[in-house]
């Protein structure tokens, strides 16, 4: 893969023409709520939803009863509607930079 112009990858397939879209990375905190721990493992491991929306990392405390999403989407709103579809209210979502390559 081959950052392009567009803030796109392109895949270094000779044979291949397609761009992949760079999102930007947010973070969101919320309360878990009645949230196993089984459920957010598939959470994690679950494909991009209809919204374009990964979650690429779930960090939890049991005891604050609060959950902080680093999600990749195409933007804050992608976000807010993803939470919304299950019924979760964020407490705050902002888009973010990482250390890690995505």
Do not use: W
Request: hydrophobic letters at 35%.
């Amino acid at each position: 893969m081959l950052k392009n112009k567009e803030n796109g990858l392109k895949d270094m397939n000779r044979n291949s023409s397609r761009t992949y879209l760079v999102l930007p990375v947010f973070l969101d905190v919320h309360s878990i709520g009645t949230a196993t721990e089984e459920e957010l493992i598939n959470a994690q491991n679950a494909p991009r939803d209809e919204l374009g929306v990964k979650v690429l990392n779930i960090s939890y405390n049991l005891e604050a009863s609060a959950i902080y999403c680093i999600l990749d989407a195409p933007d804050k709103e992608a976000v807010k509607k993803h939470h919304d579809k299950i019924g979760v209210k964020c407490d705050l979502i902002m888009e973010v930079k990482t250390t890690q390559k995505m």
